[in-house]
């Protein structure tokens, strides 16, 4: 029986990386919403409770029925998880005179408490609560103080419960890791046997008892997670899988062909849809951006649908769904962040059974089965690529023209990208998450080439480093490499002569203009 790590989720936006966290200690665990614990599962080893955008005063506020798990299982509670902990148990959580964000140091901790294993002196934590911990439960006492936070941790004397104010699953807890390994290896039990070998052997044995000799339909998008879902399908069911690939005319320059040589070299039955036709005429005139996504997807889901159609004999539709995506798309606080997955089901004309061998994979995990099953180094490091295209990166309406000149940029940027060599001898492409550039149609940039004034369109350059994209960081590129892309394109994309670099994080930005 494998076991499982229970993350209880209050809405957080690192509840994620907590997730990541556990994951990269070859621990299973799942995402639950707050009030979805799954009682009476023996694989359940431990509960971890995230962080909330939410006060614990908040009338809104998530809450969560304690007994259900405290005192049979150990729990870690984190930021909100450790102020609903003490508020449930009778302590005190009170507005902090200022709000306590960045980072701090652990001025005391208790180097005996299984959960300070090995932690350094001074140790620094990250801090980000507007409310504080004034009392904890009687049955509990202080394992960790800060400067400014009296009740940085600490831990019931009864049961297996710990509690901690600050965030571990951040990289600025410098010991983070060391404190969840603790928790998730030493005090709940970890045997540590989640790895990408075990879950492509188990997820091998499953679809073939899944499927059987039934046909499985699988769309293909030429990104990591389709492409990986696809190798993975081939293994168990071979050519029981048909595999169908629509260019909607906004895919990078060339990459239709290159995407289905690489799909055929991998053994792959492929089948390649050019529609971008039909996906023109119905974008023409069209600007505002949720508009646009949604006639993509329309568009999308008919000629896929009309082309599946034709496998009389298909029983099972294929998805390369991730677990991000999963998360995101049922996201506890009722806000749907992403509009273009097609999470949560499939058209009910195609009669088809859902089959989503990726499903509980972070998109890091993605990657290393797919170097488990020896794939292509190519496809494996592909940037992540929104499912509608280009589209998502031209401001205004699409045109076959603009696309060209988009088209023509963004090979200019990412192939220097994948050419352009570190210090440390990494490839500058894979030290970025994910990059590309973004056409402004909508904006009429003065400049001047040879004697000559241009009113022409600039050009955005976006590159952001993440390790899940529900949070990024504007990738800082080297100068000289910025300086030459934005020459080149300037010189060889006729209709540009502006190019701009985006400094913009997300939060508040999105990684996709629109």
């Known amino acids: 029986m494998q076991q499982k790590i229970i993350i209880l989720d209050f809405g957080s936006q690192t509840t994620q990386l907590i997730g990541r966290r556990v994951r990269e200690l070859d621990t299973f665990c799942e995402i639950l919403p707050y009030n979805k614990f799954p009682e009476n599962d023996?694989?359940?080893?431990?509960?971890?409770?995230?962080?909330?955008?939410?006060?614990?005063?908040?009338?809104?506020?998530?809450?969560?029925?304690?007994?259900?798990?405290?005192?049979?299982?150990?729990?870690?509670?984190?930021?909100?998880?450790?102020?609903?902990?003490?508020?449930?148990?009778?302590?005190?959580?009170?507005?902090?005179?200022?709000?306590?964000?960045?980072?701090?140091?652990?001025?005391?901790?208790?180097?005996?408490?299984?959960?300070?294993?090995?932690?350094?002196?001074?140790?620094?934590?990250?801090?980000?609560?507007?409310?504080?911990?004034?009392?904890?439960?009687?049955?509990?006492?202080?394992?960790?103080?800060?400067?400014?936070?009296?009740?940085?941790?600490?831990?019931?004397?009864?049961?297996?419960?710990?509690?901690?104010?600050?965030?571990?699953?951040?990289?600025?807890?410098?010991?983070?890791?060391?404190?969840?390994?603790?928790?998730?290896?030493?005090?709940?039990?970890?045997?540590?046997?989640?790895?990408?070998?075990?879950?492509?052997?188990?997820?091998?044995?499953?679809?073939?008892?899944?499927?059987?000799?039934?046909?499985?339909?699988?769309?293909?998008?030429?990104?990591?997670?389709?492409?990986?879902?696809?190798?993975?399908?081939?293994?168990?069911?071979?050519?029981?899988?048909?595999?169908?690939?629509?260019?909607?005319?906004?895919?990078?320059?060339?990459?239709?062909?290159?995407?289905?040589?690489?799909?055929?070299?991998?053994?792959?039955?492929?089948?390649?849809?050019?529609?971008?036709?039909?996906?023109?005429?119905?974008?023409?005139?069209?600007?505002?951006?949720?508009?646009?996504?949604?006639?993509?997807?329309?568009?999308?889901?008919?000629?896929?649908?009309?082309?599946?159609?034709?496998?009389?004999?298909?029983?099972?539709?294929?998805?390369?769904?991730?677990?991000?995506?999963?998360?995101?798309?049922?996201?506890?606080?009722?806000?749907?962040i992403k509009s273009h997955h097609n999470v949560g089901g499939l058209p009910k004309e195609m009669h088809l059974q859902l089959c989503e061998p990726l499903k509980w994979l972070f998109k890091d995990e993605v990657r290393r089965a797919g170097r488990q099953m020896q794939m292509p180094e190519r496809l494996i490091k592909r940037h992540p690529f929104p499912g509608p295209g280009l589209a998502v990166r031209i401001l205004g309406d699409i045109t076959r023209e603009k696309v060209e000149v988009l088209q023509n940029a963004d090979d200019i940027y990412i192939r220097s990208m994948q050419e352009y060599v570190c210090e440390d001898g990494e490839r500058l492409y894979d030290k970025v998450w994910q990059a590309g550039a973004i056409l402004l149609s909508t904006v009429r940039s003065v400049g001047v080439m040879g004697d000559e004034r241009t009113y022409e369109n600039p050009v955005a350059l976006r590159a952001v480093t993440s390790t899940d994209a529900m949070t990024a960081d504007w990738a800082h590129l080297p100068y000289d490499f910025l300086a030459k892309v934005s020459n080149e394109i300037i010189n060889k994309v006729r209709g540009v002569n502006r190019v701009c670099y985006d400094i913009s994080s997300k939060p508040p930005a999105t990684i996709e203009w629109e």
């Open 42 to 336: 023996p694989s359940v080893i431990g509960v971890i409770l995230s962080g909330s955008p939410y006060s614990v005063h908040d009338p809104e506020a998530f809450k969560v029925d304690l007994s259900k798990f405290v005192g049979r299982l150990p729990v870690l509670g984190i930021c909100y998880g450790a102020q609903f902990i003490a508020h449930d148990g009778g302590g005190r959580v009170e507005k902090a005179d200022s709000r306590e964000y960045g980072r701090a140091h652990l001025q005391e901790y208790d180097a005996e408490n299984p959960l300070f294993k090995g932690f350094e002196p001074n140790s620094q934590v990250w801090m980000s609560h507007g409310d504080t911990i004034t009392a904890i439960p009687e049955d509990c006492r202080v394992i960790a103080s800060t400067d400014n936070v009296r009740h940085a941790a600490y831990a019931s004397t009864k049961n297996p419960l710990w509690a901690v104010q600050f965030h571990p699953e951040v990289y600025h807890t410098l010991q983070g890791t060391q404190l969840l390994r603790n928790f998730v290896v030493d005090i709940c039990g970890s045997r540590q046997e989640w790895s990408p070998a075990s879950f492509v052997e188990s997820t091998v044995e499953e679809l073939k008892k899944q499927i059987g000799n039934d046909r499985v339909i699988l769309g293909l998008s030429g990104g990591v997670d389709s492409s990986v879902a696809a190798v993975l399908l081939n293994k168990a069911i071979g050519k029981n899988l048909t595999c169908i690939f629509v260019d909607h005319g906004m895919l990078r320059k060339n990459e239709f062909r290159q995407v289905m040589d690489d799909y055929e070299g991998l053994g792959l039955n492929v089948i390649g849809v050019d529609a971008s036709e039909k996906f023109f005429n119905d974008l023409k005139g069209v600007t505002e951006p949720e508009e646009k996504r949604k006639i993509i997807g329309r568009d999308f889901v008919e000629v896929f649908n009309a082309e599946a159609k034709k496998i009389t004999d298909a029983k099972w539709l294929a998805q390369g769904t991730i677990y991000p995506d999963r998360i995101e798309s049922l996201n506890i606080t009722g806000k749907v």
